[in-house]
C-alpha cells in the first residue's frame, strides 16, 4: 500500500480515507482523495483514465474552498541578490523571488522574475552550469508590445543556442543548464518545481562550488 504525502495546506482528517492508496487488484488505481489536489478542478478526466464505476468506485471532483485563508496563499515579492543561490552571481536588474518555502511553507514551487535593463555591453553571465533533481522552466519576455526585444544565450545539456523572446526553455530534471544574456531588455522568469532552490541541486561531478 502507498500513501500520498499530506500536504499541510490540505483540509487534515485523522481518517484513513483522507490517504490514497493504491488498489491492489488494480495496480494503478489511486482509491481515495488525493490530498495534494484537495482544490480540484471539476473535470473527472483529469483523474480517471477509465470510468471508475468499471472497478466499483466512484469520483468526486467538487471544488473545495481555499484552506487557511486566500491571504495566507498571496505573496509580496522580494528583491534578493542571486548570491543566495549556488552557481550564481549577482545579476543584471533586479531579481524578485515571487514564491518559495521561505514565503509559504512547504508550497514546493520556486519562481523567480528578473527585470533585465537595456545594457549596450551586457557582462558576462552570472550563472554557471547546474543541475535539479526536479524539472524547472526558464521564459524570456522581450519589453515590446510583442513581448520581442530580449536575445539570450541558453546551454541545456551538450547544446548551447540563442533564443529571442518570447521564448520558453523546458529543462527536464538532470539536465545541466544556464543562461546569459546577450542583448536586448525584458524579464526572464524561472520556475523550479521545489521550494528550496539550493536544496534541489546535483552536484555536478568536480564542481567545488558551497
Not at 550564481?88 to 523567480?112: A, F, K, T, W
Not at 543541475?131 to 524570456?140: E, I, K, N
Request: net charge negative; aromatic share 6%.
Amino acid at each position: 500500500t502507498s500513501r500520498s504525502r499530506p500536504h499541510p495546506h490540505a483540509p487534515s482528517s485523522t481518517t484513513p480515507e483522507n490517504s490514497a492508496t493504491l488498489d491492489e487488484g488494480h495496480p494503478h488505481a489511486i482509491i481515495g482523495p488525493i490530498r495534494n489536489h484537495d482544490m480540484r478542478l471539476p473535470c473527472p478526466s483529469a483523474y480517471c483514465w477509465i470510468d471508475p464505476q468499471l472497478l466499483g468506485r466512484s469520483s468526486e471532483t467538487d471544488c473545495k474552498s481555499i484552506p487557511l485563508g486566500s491571504e495566507r496563499l498571496r505573496v509580496t515579492p522580494q528583491v534578493v541578490s542571486a548570491t543566495e543561490l549556488r552557481y550564481h552571481r549577482r545579476g543584471p536588474g533586479e531579481r524578485y523571488v515571487m514564491i518559495n518555502d521561505s514565503l509559504i511553507s512547504d508550497c514546493r514551487q520556486y519562481c523567480i522574475v528578473r527585470r533585465i535593463p537595456h545594457e549596450d555591453n551586457p557582462a558576462p553571465g552570472h550563472v554557471d552550469s547546474h543541475v535539479h533533481h526536479v524539472d524547472s522552466l526558464f521564459v524570456f519576455l522581450g519589453h515590446s508590445d510583442d513581448l520581442s526585444g530580449l536575445e539570450c544565450e541558453v546551454e541545456l545539456g551538450r547544446d548551447s543556442f540563442i533564443v529571442h523572446s518570447p521564448h520558453a526553455v523546458f529543462i527536464p530534471a538532470g539536465v545541466k543548464h544556464r543562461y546569459r544574456v546577450i542583448s536586448g531588455s525584458g524579464l526572464f522568469v524561472n520556475h523550479v518545481l521545489f521550494g528550496n532552490y539550493n536544496d534541489s541541486l546535483l552536484d555536478i561531478k568536480g564542481d567545488n562550488h558551497s
